[in-house]
Nanobody
C-alpha cells in the first residue's frame, strides 16, 4: 500500500476555485497506481468524484462535477491534482484521495485500499 497526503483545501466563495493535491509519502511512488478523489459531506455517503488511470489516458468524472473539475497527474512530482472551478456550496465536503490498480466505471470506495487523511473544502454562498 502507498501512503497518501492531501493538501489544498480551504474556504472559498461560490464561483471560486481550488486545487487539491494528493502526494505519495516520501520514498513511495504513485507511478503504478490509479488515483481517485472521493468526497464526503456531513450525513452523506462517500461519493466518487474523479479518477485518473496509471497512464493518465482514462479520466472519469461524476456527473455532479463534470465540466467544472479536472484531474491530472505529474509523475515527476509524484502527485495527482484536482482542479476545482466554478465551485458551488454543494461541493462542500471532506475530500479524500485514494489509490488502486484501475479506475472502475463506478467508483466504489471498497475497491481502494490506500487513503489519505482528507482535506476540508468549504464553499460559501
Amino acid at each position: 500500500q502507498v501512503q497518501l497526503v492531501e493538501s489544498g483545501g480551504g474556504l472559498v466563495q461560490a464561483g471560486g476555485s481550488l486545487r487539491l493535491s494528493c502526494a505519495a509519502a516520501p520514498g513511495q511512488s504513485l507511478l503504478y497506481y490509479a488515483v481517485a478523489w472521493f468526497r464526503q459531506a456531513p450525513g452523506k455517503e462517500r461519493e466518487g468524484v474523479s479518477c485518473i488511470s496509471v497512464s493518465a489516458y482514462i479520466k472519469s468524472y461524476s456527473d455532479s462535477v463534470k465540466g467544472r473539475f479536472t484531474i491530472s497527474r505529474d509523475s515527476a512530482k509524484n502527485t495527482v491534482y484536482l482542479q476545482m472551478n466554478s465551485l458551488k456550496p454543494e461541493d462542500t465536503a471532506v475530500y479524500y484521495c485514494a489509490a488502486s490498480s484501475v479506475c472502475s466505471e463506478v467508483l466504489d470506495p471498497s475497491a481502494f485500499s490506500s487513503w489519505g487523511q482528507g482535506t476540508q473544502v468549504s464553499v460559501s454562498s
